[in-house]
């Protein structure tokens, strides 16, 4: 026997309205992740920075600054619940007759992290130049829903994970944006032997401390957790052995480059659209065809019950006491009175 039409109508509107319910619980954190094949270039900007000159060892002021970060996701090392980012920076000069060939520094890093919440994870072979590193907290992403809270960030020179505070909300690009800052105090990072009268020492050669101070802010979209713009006040320095700073490596405000903020504004947008229609469009969408389906269902069901109960026959004592007329009963037939025997009357019988 076939289902009736209408109590098909209210199982498909159950099932949507459930499924419009199970979208945003259930089916988008599945969907919403960090993708594996991640590949992106971002460039930042320092004006008149000061750098050491390797080759005379003598500071360089009022030079311009490019960074290039290229991150790549190692797909093949990712999976459901992890992303593996192999990341490159460069930082040329840009009066450089060939910026490529003779970078300021270069360094290198790779990190796993939660496709979910952006937290690293070690796995996978992490490390920062070659040399094995545990990383924490965030790193090149912050996690799908930011708050606005203190984070956990690491900072790949120190090889620390430093807390990252939010400070603010602003438009930027087009977007509101969380605002985050993070502090990195000078800290010794390596040490180098270089002449003596460069940290201002008699001696021929000296070990020197190479410290590191760091200013980062980073303006966050937050559904995404696509950084849109990122800034960094470095200052790395070379100090005698009594812990003064002699000498400038690198002094330097990079900003991402107006480009780039489009750039990352755009994709933020995208992905922002993407988790919309997830989370918002389609379960709304669900519900509505849902409710719309269970309600015509129900109609049909009452209407089939009321056409039901007006056809079906009167049945017992419900008949109508009216003879109808082939039931009619027919004319009395007069006949002889009989005479009364021992007191009972007599039987009629009808025709």
């Given at each position: 026997?076939?289902?009736?039409?209408?109590?098909?109508?209210?199982?498909?509107?159950?099932?949507?309205?459930?499924?419009?319910?199970?979208?945003?619980?259930?089916?988008?954190?599945?969907?919403?992740?960090?993708?594996?094949?991640?590949?992106?270039?971002?460039?930042?900007?320092?004006?008149?920075?000061?750098?050491?000159?390797?080759?005379?060892?003598?500071?360089?002021t009022?030079?311009?600054?490019?960074?290039?970060?290229?991150?790549?996701?190692?797909?093949?090392?990712?999976?459901?619940?992890?992303?593996?980012?192999?990341?490159?920076?460069?930082?040329?000069?840009?009066?450089?007759?060939?910026p490529?060939?003779?970078?300021?520094?270069?360094?290198?890093?790779?990190?796993?992290?939660h496709?979910?919440?952006?937290?690293?994870i070690?796995?996978?072979?992490?490390?920062?130049?070659?040399?094995?590193?545990?990383?924490?907290?965030?790193?090149?992403?912050?996690?799908?829903?930011?708050?606005?809270?203190?984070?956990?960030?690491?900072?790949?020179?120190?090889?620390?994970?430093?807390?990252?505070?939010?400070?603010?909300?602003?438009?930027?690009?087009?977007?509101?944006?969380?605002?985050?800052?993070?502090?990195?105090?000078?800290?010794?990072?390596?040490?180098i032997?270089?002449?003596?009268?460069?940290?201002?020492?008699?001696?021929?050669?000296?070990?020197?401390?190479?410290?590191?101070?760091?200013?980062?802010?980073v303006?966050?979209?937050?559904?995404?957790?696509?950084?849109?713009?990122g800034?960094?006040?470095?200052?790395?320095?070379?100090?005698?052995?009594?812990?003064?700073?002699?000498?400038?490596?690198i002094?330097?405000?990079?900003?991402?480059?107006?480009d780039?903020?489009?750039?990352?504004?755009?994709?933020?947008?995208?992905?922002?659209?993407?988790?919309?229609?997830?989370?918002?469009?389609?379960?709304?969408?669900?519900?509505?065809?849902?409710?719309?389906?269970?309600?015509l269902?129900?109609?049909i069901?009452?209407?089939?019950?009321?056409s039901?109960?007006?056809?079906?026959?009167?049945?017992g004592?419900?008949?109508?006491?009216?003879?109808?007329?082939?039931?009619?009963?027919?004319?009395?037939?007069?006949?002889?009175?009989?005479p009364?025997?021992?007191?009972r009357?007599a039987?009629?019988?009808?025709?």
């Open positions: 026997m076939r289902p009736a039409p209408g109590a098909v109508l209210v199982a498909a509107g159950t099932f949507l309205i459930v499924g419009a319910l199970a979208m945003p619980l259930y089916v988008a954190p599945s969907l919403v992740k960090v993708p594996l094949d991640q590949k992106s270039v971002t460039h930042s900007k320092a004006q008149n920075a000061t750098v050491l000159d390797f080759a005379t060892l003598s500071e360089r009022g030079v311009n600054l490019t960074a290039s970060r290229a991150v790549r996701g190692d797909v093949e090392a990712g999976n459901s619940e992890r992303a593996v980012f192999d990341v490159g920076v460069t930082v040329t000069d840009d009066a450089a007759a060939d490529t060939e003779d970078p300021i520094t270069y360094s290198s890093d790779r990190v796993a992290l496709r979910r919440t952006a937290e690293a070690e796995c996978c072979g992490e490390n920062v130049n070659g040399t094995a590193a545990k990383h924490e907290g965030l790193t090149y992403t912050f996690p799908f829903g930011t708050e606005k809270k203190t984070y956990q960030y690491f900072d790949n020179t120190a090889r620390k994970a430093y807390p990252i505070d939010y400070v603010g909300t602003e438009e930027l690009q087009g977007l509101t944006v969380y605002k985050f800052e993070m502090t990195v105090e000078p800290v010794e990072i390596s040490q032997d270089v002449p003596g009268n460069l940290v201002g020492s008699t001696e021929p050669t000296v070990t020197a401390g190479r410290y590191y101070a760091n200013t980062r802010t303006w966050v979209e937050p559904t995404t957790g696509v950084i849109v713009k800034q960094e006040k470095q200052l790395q320095t070379l100090r005698d052995p009594d812990g003064n700073d002699r000498i400038k490596i002094d330097a405000t990079l900003t991402f480059t107006e780039t903020q489009k750039q990352q504004a755009d994709a933020a947008k995208d992905a922002r659209g993407q988790i919309n229609l997830l989370t918002v469009v389609a379960p709304l969408v669900l519900a509505g065809l849902g409710v719309l389906l269970l309600l269902g129900l109609l069901i009452i209407r089939a019950r009321r039901g109960a007006a056809a079906a026959p009167v049945a004592d419900d008949r109508p006491t009216e003879d109808s007329p082939s039931e009619a009963a027919e004319e009395p037939v007069d006949e002889p009175t009989v009364n025997q021992g007191g009357h039987e009629r019988t009808d025709a």
